[in-house]
């Protein structure tokens, strides 16, 4: 009966998110394995049932919001039309799970680093977007301009072309971001999608294959190494900008202070994940 249930949340995980959720579909893609078979032990069922309890999706066009009865919070969810399956761009907090996969452990840490940053920028205001400490520092906006303007030149033609495009003009990154809320979002969300475009159909055997940036060679596991840096770098910036700017209204992001403790405790549980 257990595994007809974890059989059954898994069918419907498979139809919701597709093969973007991290650990999941990849692991199958990559490794070959059984997706049920990511779910190793009671504390990954457990997280998991808690994932995908009863939900309620209700569709619009091409967008769906799906309401967890089990969290405050709701996941919105873009859902495009692509043979021949379905591309889904999500937003719901993902469980560490192990894998020897090289590249879908980089997917995870891709996701993880695009969360962070989704959730500090969604405690600010519109105005905190734009504030910078000094004359010579970022505002988050222009972090996030940088961010997609590094994107759309390394993950365009990823294998096929060179990562410094021609057309890039990074110096014109750093002035003048997107003037609102939703149009800097949508530079954000669209680099992200080319991100895992260009990701998801790679197998670990692509790691050895030659990309070159500048001109200069590097295997694409050195590429993968050099955005994540990267990428982990930026975010970081986001959210102590996004920490400076809330002061007493800052909610948390992963471990709360003096709480490390309960939160270890929460693991051991399967009621929380370090990723």
């Given at each position: 009966?257990?595994?007809?249930?974890?059989?059954?949340?898994?069918?419907?995980a498979?139809?919701?998110?597709?093969?973007?959720?991290?650990?999941?579909e990849?692991?199958?893609?990559v490794?070959?394995?059984?997706?049920?078979?990511?779910l190793?032990?009671?504390?990954?069922?457990?997280?998991?049932?808690?994932?995908?309890?009863?939900?309620?999706i209700?569709?619009?066009?091409n967008?769906?919001?799906?309401?967890?009865?089990?969290?405050?919070?709701?996941?919105?969810?873009?859902?495009?039309?692509?043979?021949?399956?379905?591309?889904?761009?999500?937003?719901v907090?993902?469980?560490h799970?192990?894998?020897?996969?090289?590249?879908?452990?980089?997917?995870?840490?891709?996701?993880?680093?695009?969360?962070?940053?989704?959730?500090?920028?969604?405690?600010?205001?519109?105005?905190?977007l734009?504030?910078q400490?000094?004359?010579?520092?970022?505002?988050?906006?222009?972090?996030?301009?940088h961010?997609?303007?590094?994107?759309?030149?390394?993950?365009?033609?990823f294998?096929?072309?060179?990562?410094?495009?021609?057309?890039?003009?990074?110096?014109s990154?750093?002035?003048?971001?997107?003037?609102?809320?939703?149009?800097?979002?949508?530079?954000?969300?669209?680099?992200w999608a080319?991100?895992?475009?260009?990701?998801?159909p790679?197998?670990?055997?692509?790691?050895?294959?030659?990309?070159?940036i500048?001109?200069e060679?590097h295997?694409?596991?050195?590429?993968?190494?050099?955005?994540?840096?990267?990428?982990?770098?930026?975010?970081?910036?986001?959210?102590?900008?996004?920490?400076?700017?809330?002061?007493?209204?800052?909610?948390?992001?992963?471990v709360?202070?003096?709480?490390?403790?309960?939160?270890?405790?929460?693991v051991?549980?399967?009621?929380?994940?370090?990723?």
């Amino acid at each position: 009966m257990r595994r007809f249930q974890i059989e059954k949340r898994a069918k419907l995980a498979r139809e919701i998110f597709g093969r973007h959720q991290p650990g999941f579909e990849p692991l199958h893609e990559v490794g070959g394995a059984d997706p049920l078979r990511n779910l190793r032990s009671r504390n990954a069922a457990r997280r998991f049932k808690r994932a995908i309890p009863s939900r309620k999706i209700e569709r619009h066009n091409n967008a769906a919001e799906i309401e967890d009865q089990s969290f405050s919070h709701k996941a919105h969810c873009t859902v495009a039309t692509r043979e021949p399956r379905l591309r889904t761009q999500y937003h719901v907090d993902m469980a560490h799970e192990f894998t020897t996969s090289y590249l879908a452990d980089s997917l995870s840490i891709f996701h993880m680093y695009k969360r962070l940053a989704d959730k500090a920028m969604a405690q600010l205001t519109d105005d905190q977007l734009y504030l910078q400490l000094d004359p010579e520092s970022n505002s988050i906006a222009v972090i996030v301009k940088h961010m997609a303007g590094n994107m759309r030149s390394r993950w365009t033609d990823f294998l096929t072309s060179d990562g410094e495009k021609p057309q890039r003009n990074r110096d014109s990154e750093f002035v003048d971001p997107p003037p609102t809320r939703v149009e800097l979002l949508k530079v954000w969300e669209d680099g992200w999608a080319l991100v895992f475009a260009a990701l998801e159909p790679l197998s670990d055997a692509d790691l050895v294959r030659t990309v070159t940036i500048r001109g200069e060679a590097h295997s694409v596991m050195q590429a993968l190494n050099r955005q994540i840096a990267h990428y982990a770098y930026h975010v970081g910036q986001i959210v102590m900008l996004a920490k400076a700017h809330s002061h007493q209204q800052w909610q948390a992001l992963t471990v709360a202070r003096n709480r490390s403790g309960d939160f270890n405790q929460r693991v051991a549980a399967g009621e929380a994940s370090q990723r």
